[in-house]
């Protein structure tokens, strides 16, 4: 008999470790899901959401609401499935939903059926809310480093250092290249002519 086995029936007590967690805790103060909170619970909801055909006995459409538009703000773009699954693993999602973890079909009946307008219209008329609560000067474009689109990625990063260094480094290039076009346009042309001239020659 093995050796771990031969005292396998002696007391062997047993601990229980505590595992419950608190979200409110764990998330920092300046995060974006807080803020996406507090806004969505400052304005008035029942411009966005119809509750009256939310069923007693489903999730809270505030938070489903509020889990859309993190997540939006967070990767630009978001299918249910990824609903679903920031839902169950991203921690600031768990916050907003007290742990509770709605499926990807708990998302399209809600915004299929309990959202007044898409979801396009809801980030303009949240714009419109930062713009009336916030110090935001929307007439000014700030090129100091920050990205010109609102879903830019390290592919679509433009700095105004480095494109003000490209941009004269790349200036006699592209001179190079349009006289270069330039001179094939020519070229081709006066070969059509040609050629047409031929034709009517005969």
């Known amino acids: 008999m093995p050796k771990y086995l031969v005292h396998s029936n002696a007391l062997q007590p047993s601990f229980q470790f505590p595992l419950s967690f608190v979200y409110e805790d764990s998330i ?3 995060d974006i ?3 996406v909170k507090e806004v969505v619970e400052g304005v008035n909801v029942f411009k966005y959401i119809d509750f009256s055909s939310r069923h007693d006995c489903g999730y809270d459409g505030l938070k ?3 889990c859309i538009l993190l997540a939006y703000t967070l990767k630009g773009y978001a299918s249910l499935r ?9 921690i600031r999602f768990q916050f907003i ?9 708990a998302f399209q009946r809600f915004i299929a059926n309990n959202l007044r307008m898409s979801l396009e219209d809801l980030f303009v008329e949240f714009n419109r809310y930062f ?4 110090d935001i000067h929307t007439d000014i474009l700030y090129i100091d480093g920050t990205k010109f689109e609102a879903n830019a990625n390290k592919m679509t990063f433009v700095w105004m250092r480095s494109t003000k260094k490209y941009r004269q480094l790349n200036a006699p290039k592209n001179e190079a290249r349009f006289s ?3 001179k094939s346009c020519h070229f081709w042309k006066n070969q059509k002519i ?3 001239q031929r034709s009517s020659d005969f």
Do not use: I, V, Y
């Open 28 to 30: 920092p103060r300046d």
């Open 33 to 35: 899901s807080r803020t």
């Open 64 to 66: 489903l609401l509020q």
């Open 82 to 90: 990824d609903l679903e699954d920031l839902c169950k693993f991203d």
């Open 97 to 105: 939903m007290d742990g509770l973890t709605p499926s990807f079909m």
């Open 131 to 134: 713009e009336a609560h916030d």
């Open 180 to 182: 270069f076009w330039d």
């Open 194 to 196: 040609k050629e047409l």
